[in-house]
T-cell receptor, first 112, second 110 residues
Framework: GGIITQTPKFLIGQEGQKLTLKCQQN?????MYWYRQDSGKGLRLIYY???????QKGDLSEGYDASREKKSSFSLTVTSAQKNEMAVFLC???????????FGKGTRLTVV | QQKVQQSPESLIVPEGGMASLNCTSS?????YFWWYRQHSGKSPKMLM?????GEKEEGRFTVHLNKASLHTSLHIRDSQPSDSALYLC??????????FGGGTRLTVRP
């Protein structure tokens, strides 16, 4: 088995601040994802990456940047934090198309 | 507008009862459907997946898929309080994009 580690677990930022969330996986998976989950709601895809150096926009990419520095890591930047985007950000990975996706434990973002 | 729609938003069933959850995609490029379960405060975990027309059963859980209408349903028989969770449906396409719906909150009353 493997594990997906997200850091930090809790992130508090000021409105307008640029914030970075990090994700590492040791599954040796090719594909990685970033999702946002508002309280009690479903998951919305922000960015995904099919392989190292690849980047694909999801349905909620505006206001975010992402970077796939190497196969095992995928980071997400909130370019200008807003109070209405307080949520849990979930990183996930899979071997590729139509294979099971595994999730990390999430980073909870609070904007003050 | 979400391309994966789930209904109902919330569902309450008695212990031992049957829970039925629905999911439809409006994206004709999808070819695989997934059901994930997320307990409160935890991360989503895959329950079942289906890609061909028909039915798939695993223990108390049964998934149906109608590819023509891009509709899938999840049925939980003999529901237990431990089944109380947020159930998420997802659809994937050839490009590995995985899109989730808004979820169904299931509560099983003892």
């Amino acid at each position: 088995g493997g594990i997906i580690t997200q850091t930090p677990k809790f992130l508090i930022g000021q409105e307008g601040q640029k914030l970075t969330l990090k994700c590492q996986q040791n599954f040796n998976h090719d594909t990685m994802y970033w999702y946002r989950q508002d309280s009690g709601k479903g998951l919305r895809l922000i960015y995904y990456s099919i392989t190292e150096n690849d980047l694909q926009k999801g349905d909620l990419s505006e206001g975010y940047d992402a970077s796939r520095e190497k196969k095992s890591s995928f980071s997400l930047t909130v370019t200008s934090a807003q109070k209405n985007e307080m949520a849990v950000f979930l990183c996930a990975s899979s071997m590729g198309r139509n294979t099971e996706v595994f999730f990390g434990k999430g980073t909870r973002l609070t904007v003050v | 507008q979400q391309k994966v729609q789930q209904s109902p938003e919330s569902l309450i069933v008695p212990e031992g009862g049957m829970a039925s959850l629905n999911c439809t995609s409006s994206d004709r490029n999808v070819d695989y459907f997934w059901w994930y379960r997320q307990h409160s405060g935890k991360s989503p975990k895959m329950l079942m997946s289906i890609f061909s027309n028909g039915e798939k059963e695993e223990g108390r859980f049964t998934v149906h898929l109608n590819k023509a209408s891009l509709h899938t349903s999840l049925h939980i028989r003999d529901s237990q309080p431990s089944d109380s969770a947020l159930y998420l449906c997802a659809a994937s396409n050839a490009g590995a994009k995985l899109t989730f719906g808004g979820g169904t909150r299931l509560t099983v009353r003892p």
